[in-house]
């Protein structure tokens, strides 16, 4: 393929893959100074900050998982991130199923006003929700924040599911009806297993949002809190012991990290799904 190349497409494609390698080190370089940052005590970092750690130690992770209660922490944010994958994956489904293979009155209108959630910024909305969720009962409510979640990133699923459902050819829902099986039977005998690719990518993306969320989380439970606000309330007690704070750093991302790298082309396909409509 060289051989095919002018030296401009050369010298071309050398500056390409320059400026991306110094980005691709820009994104790595912090990942690898919180994990180093996470293995030296307290005064190994005092007075060797930026170097490779001496003496790599766990004790950190220790101090993180007994005594500021990080494990607590991230099985709160393992609940309400089931909760909330669990919402958006199955009102997701059946809505993009039936918005985008069944015909009824207003199902475009119906289709374009769920697409509207996807424009209103969750800040816009803080004070009447905190109303709502105190109405409803859901106040430092695990439960609460999953369904609150599923509310929140449902339009995005909606519009996946039906712009995916939208490029399978309608006759196979045709011949399940004439051979006798009803409409959830076509649904969850046809469609639902058609769907997996979609609904894998969607979960994946939920579940990165919902791990990740500080604002809706803070707002909701003012008792227990998710990993990602136990993290950043660390600032305070502990802003001066960095490397606690990046041991808690680290257990917070490695999930995300580990999603992400296993998952990533189902990402990218989820997302070419996503943008071609059939």
């Known amino acids: 393929m060289r051989a095919l190349l002018s030296p401009k497409e050369r010298r071309l494609m050398w500056v390409v893959s320059a400026v991306m390698m110094v980005l691709a080190l820009t994104t790595v370089y912090p990942i690898l100074f ?44 393992t609940i309400v991130t089931l909760i909330g994958v669990g919402i958006v994956l199955a009102v997701s489904s059946l809505a993009g199923f ?3 293979q069944l015909h009824f009155r207003f199902r475009r209108a119906i289709f374009y006003l769920l697409l509207t959630g996807l424009m209103i910024p969750v800040q816009v909305i803080m004070v009447p929700l905190f109303r709502v969720v105190v109405d409803l009962g859901l106040l430092n409510s695990r439960v609460g924040l999953g369904v609150i979640y599923g509310a929140f990133f449902s339009p995005f ?49 939920t579940t990165l949002s919902c791990w990740n969320d500080v604002l ?27 490397p606690l704070i990046a041991s808690c750093v680290v257990i917070g991302a490695a999930p995300v990290i580990a999603v992400y790298l296993i998952f990533q082309r189902k990402i990218l396909g989820g997302i070419i799904v996503g943008s071609v409509k059939g």
Request: without cysteine.
């Open 98 to 100: 039936a918005l985008a």
């Open 216 to 242: 809706i989380s803070l707002l909701v439970l003012q008792h227990d809190r998710t990993l990602m606000v136990g993290i950043a309330a660390l600032r305070g007690e502990f802003g001066a012991d960095i």
């Open 34 to 77: 919180t994990f180093s940052t996470s293995l030296k005590s307290t005064k190994d970092f005092i007075r060797h900050g930026f170097a490779i750690p001496t003496a790599p130690t766990l004790e950190k992770y220790a101090t993180a998982w007994s005594t500021i209660k990080i494990g607590e922490y991230f099985l709160n944010s």
């Open 157 to 205: 699923g909606v519009y996946l599911m039906t712009s995916y459902y939208s490029t399978l050819p309608p006759e196979l829902r045709e011949a399940a009806r004439v051979d006798g099986a009803s409409l959830w039977q076509v649904f969850w005998l046809v469609m639902l297993p058609l769907g997996r690719p979609a609904m894998l990518t969607l979960g994946i993306l």
